[in-house]
């Protein structure tokens, strides 16, 4: 039995303890010496591989076992109480049902392993946008992801002693050991139809089993800071969002703070961390993945970064497409799924750097670059602290958090789109936010040609229905004291095509050209033109000095074309449909009269 001065946890932690019976206990006190002792005893039993030490310090790899190397969208569940709750998008399962089919996937299922406990804090500790939760679990890979993407230890067990509420995350592998048995590399469950990814919102409850990967298992991300967070902020009028943060200072040295929502694989990384070609203008990183917004004192919205680290997409990853990223990742990362080189060191696709000419690929065989195969996996991840960023911005970690000017949205679009909307109003930009997708392709396993509407990128992540999810953002403009504090929202698409299906828009840094356009429209400077679909930036207000782009190209991406919107409007009315009464009334209007704006 475990004593602690709050109950709940007491309670908590002895139940789990009696139902998954562990071989032993390990409390996190988040030092580094207990970070370097897990390491080592992971590199021991040949599941990490400590890496060439002069050329990646502090450096580990992991190679997961080959069925478990994402999130799985369709093995995660929403068991509120009411099915409708849920809403459309999510999978739903009545909780009680859920509760009973995982309570016996977790009977003895840490048999032979060790339960380790982490509290942990989203958000700087103590700060009042920040979040506790504790996490139980049998994996020591991801206590020292969680020690990197989180702040994990006694300073946070410490505010729940004083009664901080926290939520409780219940993680296994779903790998119990017989006496005796040798542990594989990569613990999980054998089959995808064993892996549950749960919440249970109103009891603010996590329980996840059979998956070791990313957002699966490292729960305070995806399943906490955004599924049970946004239940929470609806509940108490904040936001919890699948935004990156960024800080940009004009060349008189003006500061502004911009958030993106964009779904997975769209960049955010790369534009949180984004060198621009516009000379005299800087980007800094707040973060990149997940913000958490509070209504200021003054009447503004103030972010936080909730997280302390990057589980970032590793292939791709270069000096050319995001130097920030490369240099953080140079020492005390963990690398999941990449290749081994013979010299120790780490290499993937669009590195950059010349294949070796033999490596050992993520799945631990052979590789050469004839092989026909990866060296590395498309989801293979670093996961590195966000404090050795050399563009972190140094009010990163303030607890008070950064107040928002604007907020872009943005998906992967071919056509339609141009490269920048700003919206008439919070209403407006709300729609634009709803409406914000990318195009999927038939060759994609389980998901029809056409367009996936992806509100703010929450898609996989809203923990309630979706017309509630947008009539809160909806709240939220009416919520605020001064409605000109607000943050303008912006609807960007860096991804259009011309006729030969190539990309028009360069993107990387020359979306900075963008970024300069939007501060410029804070301040009071920047052109734009009314349009029917909302404020496009006005001839020539757009810098493109340097910029090699014809002025044929130029006028595609910042045209509105009349006949494919049209064709939009038909497709988000469906898309609508399927919210029921749920949908907004405030929704309904704004398409009726985009309709409206365009006859
Ligand atoms: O695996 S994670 O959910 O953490 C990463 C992602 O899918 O964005
Ligand atoms: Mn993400």
Not at 24 to 35: A, V
Not at 57 to 76: I, M
Not at 174 to 183: A, F, M, N, R, S
Not at 266 to 283: E, H, S
Request: net charge negative.
């Amino acid at each position: 039995m475990l004593s602690f001065k709050n109950s709940l946890l007491e309670e908590w932690i002895n139940e789990v303890v009696k139902l998954c019976q562990p071989d032993s206990i390990h409390l996190c006190d988040g030092s580094q010496q207990e970070y370097d002792i897990l390491m080592q005893e992971m590199v021991d039993a040949g599941m990490a591989i400590s890496l060439n030490q002069e050329k990646k310090p502090g450096c580990f790899l992991f190679r997961s076992h080959p069925t478990d190397v994402a999130r799985v969208e369709n093995r995660t569940f929403i068991a509120s109480k009411k099915q409708e709750d849920a809403g459309p998008t999510n999978n739903w399962v009545d909780p009680i049902e859920l509760k009973a089919t995982m309570t016996k996937l977790y009977s003895g299922c840490m048999k032979g392993r060790v339960l380790y406990i982490i509290p942990f804090s989203m958000g700087p500790i103590g700060s009042p946008i920040s979040k506790i939760g504790v996490e139980i679990t049998d994996s020591a890979y991801v206590v020292a992801n969680m020690r990197i993407m989180t702040r994990i230890g006694n300073e946070v067990l410490a505010l729940i002693e004083e009664g901080w509420e926290f939520v409780k995350c219940l993680h296994s592998v779903g790998k119990p050991l017989e006496p005796g048995e040798k542990d594989s590399t990569w613990p999980c469950a054998p089959s995808i139809d064993q892996k549950y990814i749960s919440h249970f919102p109103e009891e603010r409850l996590i329980w996840s089993y059979g998956s070791g990967y990313g957002g699966n298992a490292l729960l305070g991300k995806k399943c906490f800071a955004l599924r049970i967070a946004c239940v929470q902020a609806k509940d108490e009028g904040w936001l919890a969002e699948h935004m990156l943060i960024l800080k940009i200072t004009d060349p008189k040295g003006k500061i502004a703070y911009i958030c993106g929502a964009f779904p997975s694989a769209c960049g955010k990384t790369n534009l949180a961390m984004l060198t621009p070609t516009v000379p005299g203008w800087k980007v800094e990183t707040i973060g990149d993945d997940i913000s958490w917004m509070k209504f200021g004192e003054d009447g503004r919205l103030y972010a936080i970064n909730a997280e302390s680290g990057f589980f970032g997409v590793v292939p791709g990853t270069s000096m050319q497409s995001n130097p920030a990223a490369m240099e953080t990742i140079q020492k005390n990362t963990i690398y999941t799924n990449v290749g081994l080189t013979d010299d120790g060191d780490v290499w993937w696709e669009g590195s950059g750097i010349p294949a070796p000419e033999h490596l050992i690929d993520w799945e631990g065989n052979d590789w050469t670059p004839d092989c026909g195969k990866t060296a590395a996996h498309a989801n293979a991840r670093f996961t590195t602290p966000a404090a050795q960023c050399p563009v972190i911005a140094p009010e990163w970690e303030d607890p008070a958090g950064v107040p928002v000017s604007a907020i872009l949205i943005g998906g992967r679009r071919a056509s339609t789109i141009p490269l920048v909307i700003e919206s008439f109003n919070w209403e407006h930009g709300i729609f634009l936010g709803s409406i914000m997708g990318s195009e999927t392709t038939a060759a994609a396993i389980g998901l029809a040609a056409g367009v996936r509407r992806d509100p703010f990128a929450m898609l996989p992540f809203m923990g309630y229905h979706v017309g509630d999810y947008l009539q809160h953002w909806l709240d939220i403009g009416k919520a605020a004291k001064d409605p000109a504090k607000l943050p303008s929202i912006y609807m960007v698409n860096w991804f259009r095509k011309n006729e030969e299906g190539k990309f028009i828009w360069p993107g990387y840094g020359e979306n900075s050209r963008v970024l300069k356009w939007i501060v410029e429209r804070a301040e009071g400077t920047g052109e734009a033109v009314a349009t029917s679909i909302g404020n496009l930036p006005a001839p020539k207000a757009l810098d493109i000095n340097g910029l090699n782009i014809s002025e044929n190209d130029l006028e595609m991406i910042l045209h509105v074309d009349k006949e494919a919107w049209l064709a939009e409007i038909d497709s988000i009315r469906e898309n609508f449909k399927s919210y029921g009464e749920k949908l907004p009334p405030g929704l309904s209007s704004q398409l009726e009269s985009l309709k409206e704006r365009l006859s």
